[in-house]
């Protein structure tokens, strides 16, 4: 079948990746602020391509309906659908396991499988949808948990901290515990492990208030004797 060309569905087609880029560069800005994996211009390539791809597979689905001789249906929304599936392996690469057993990434795979969505419905034409649909993500991932921090439960307002401790004496590990918790930080995980030389790793996942600094966590945890030597990350 001999291609066509149609100006008016031209631009209609660079509206919509003009728009695409738009939404794409919304969320590649906010994940770009954060300093996280998937920034500006993986997102944009994301949500353009994808909504590139779904342009191409509505319209070549009423290209190319058949012939005379014979009578092909295509599904319209054939390439999107694998958007969907295909963009779970952008999504697990960003996926990160740390050292203490935390997950990390989840957050960002998430948005990467939004941009391509978005792609896909600015691609299909759903232009308010897709607006809104950036909207409601934007909300969701930067003013609802900040709202929630402040006016929502306990365990919302709290932030996790991994303390290291090098104790020399084992007796002291007890002592230790009750010091720390003395200074109203709630222990949530604890790991030991015997050392060379007489001593003994701590390993603490703990929750302080969130309006808490880490260095005063650390302040605190190192004025304690019995403690030899601290390690402190903020998760």
Known sequence: MEWIFDPELEIQILIKLGISAVLGLIIGIEREMKRKPVGLKTTLVISIISCLLTVVSIESAYMFPGSDDLNVTMDPLR????????????????????????????????????????????????????IAGVILLIISVEIIPATLKVIGPKQLREKEIMLKLIIHEKEDIAKVMEMIQENKISVKNI???????????????????????????????????EIAKVEIENL
Do not use: M, P
């Open 79 to 130: 390439l999107a659908a694998q958007i969907v599936s295909g963009i779970g392996f952008l999504g697990a690469g960003v996926i990160l396991r740390r050292d203490n057993n935390s997950i990390s990434g989840l957050t960002t795979a998430a948005i990467i499988w939004g941009a391509a969505g978005i792609g896909i419905g600015v691609g299909a034409g759903f232009y308010i949808e897709s």
């Open 191 to 225: 790991r030991i492990k015997d050392l060379d030389e007489n001593r003994h790793s701590v390993q603490l996942r703990i929750t302080v208030d969130q309006k808490l600094k880490t260095t005063d966590v650390y302040y605190t945890v190192s004025n304690i004797e």
